[in-house]
């Protein structure tokens, strides 16, 4: 079950999660991510762009890199996000005051993480293994449903199969009738995603494809991979690097 999302400015870029108290460890000296017995914390994006924060009980999408899974204790019980020693963000009650949660910690980036998931009590058997290319092309082939465009849009490792798949819904929705507010909710949630591909994409950038993806919606033939891979070639054009050095960006 999905808690919350939150977008959010780090200056320095250390996320912490867990308890209310402050950490044990020293940020200057401890190489991250590390934890203790009451928090987690790891490298995320600083300044240059928000970083999503999305916060899960017992199921949730597999993350790119799993870089923590332990048990956490919460003095008052309330599971925070925050930054260093600055106020929480986010403040969610998990448990009994006193008591230890199970937490599980995914990123799209070993540092500089643009997506953090954060997963409370996890439930590993809902959570099938997607990390190998081939593994999560067979676990997003099987999804039809505009309903579920959120799970192939979770993350963005292996973005061109992401872009491609995410389209083959579009298109299949608007060929099967639904909604035009559907319709537009699915392509905004795909715009939403394409600027998180990478720190220099703009507003004016991402709403150059808009026309291109609601276009294609109409063509009769299932987009793939050449057509995702044309849309991330407009933004690796207009950024003045190679396809290749775009993708390696995530």
Known sequence: MKIGEIEVFLNHGHLVIGSAGAPDFDLLVSDLPTSDTNHVTLVTRAQIAPVRIGVWRGAAPRPARQVFTG??????????????????????????????????????????????TVVVDPDADSMPDVMSRSAFVDSVAVVESLAQID?????????????????RILMHASQGGVSEARIRYGIASVMEWLK?????????????????????LGSGTDPGEAEAYAVIGIFSSALGISVDDFLMAR
């Open 71 to 116: 048990d956490v204790q919460l003095a008052t019980g309330y599971m925070t996000l925050r930054e260093s020693s600055e106020p929480p963000f986010f403040t969610w009650p998990a448990t009994s005051p006193g008591e230890q949660v199970t937490l599980s910690v995914g990123t799209d980036a070993w540092d500089r993480a643009t997506d953090v």
């Open 151 to 167: 799970r192939v849009l979770n993350g963005h490792n292996y973005p061109v199969d992401r872009l491609a798949t995410a389209m």
């Open 196 to 216: 998180w591909l990478h720190p220099a994409i703009s507003p004016r950038l991402i709403e150059s494809v808009y026309e291109i993806i609601r276009d294609g």
